[in-house]
């Protein structure tokens, strides 16, 4: 079966609905690749996702948790914290909780006490007893750049106890939310 010819009108017509389409079809590349964009930005400069895997933070914190971080801001007293710490052998990033920040000094006494600046640092999130390690020594005068850090579950952490203060620039970010799956 032949076609009639289109006229000129219904050829101008199809041609403008061809071009409308392409124009819609190129906006909504335009907007995904935006979308995406800000997403990479949001999700690798601004923000991190981190899962909980062990129990160094309970009961603040535990394994299946996940907690969306800030990459941007600075680091205070009680804020928990993701970080890497060097010379360790596995590369996993830790998350612990800051307890002396630079200018402080640290000391843990003999009850398994935290002291900060003399005084006993009140910790409600703190479970078990808080033991010093022989390797580090005691009262201990954080520097500059120098953050103290601690798990939660005192009994069961591998912290600043172990490996020191940490360097600023090993702090990964701060926790801003939690987020509980499946509890």
């Known amino acids: 079966m032949d076609r009639e010819p289109m006229t000129p009108t219904q050829a101008i017509y199809w041609r403008r609905k061809r071009h409308l389409a392409f124009k819609v079809r190129i906006r909504l590349l335009i907007s995904l690749i935006c979308t995406a964009a800000v997403a990479l930005i949001l999700f690798g400069v601004v923000f ?26 600075g680091y205070g007293a009680g804020d928990i914290v993701i ?11 830790y998350i612990k909780r800051v307890v002396g920040v630079p200018g402080d000094t640290l000391d ?21 007893y808080t033991d010093q390690k022989s390797y580090i020594k005691y009262p201990l005068a954080l520097q500059k750049d120098e953050y103290f850090v601690l798990g939660d579950n005192r009994e069961n952490s591998l912290d ?14 701060k926790e801003k939310i939690i987020i509980r799956i499946g509890k």
């Open 160 to 173: 600043s106890r172990n490996y020191g203060p940490i360097k600023g620039g090993d702090i990964i970010g």
């Open 108 to 128: 843990i006494d003999g009850a398994g006490h935290v002291l900060v600046n003399g005084s006993i640092l009140t910790e409600p999130y703190a479970m078990g």
């Open 83 to 93: 970080l890497k710490v060097d010379g360790q052998q596995n590369t996993d990033e």
């Open 48 to 73: 991190g996702i981190a899962d909980i895997s062990g129990n160094s933070m309970h009961p603040a914190l535990a394994s299946g948790d996940w907690i969306l971080f800030s990459r941007i801001g």
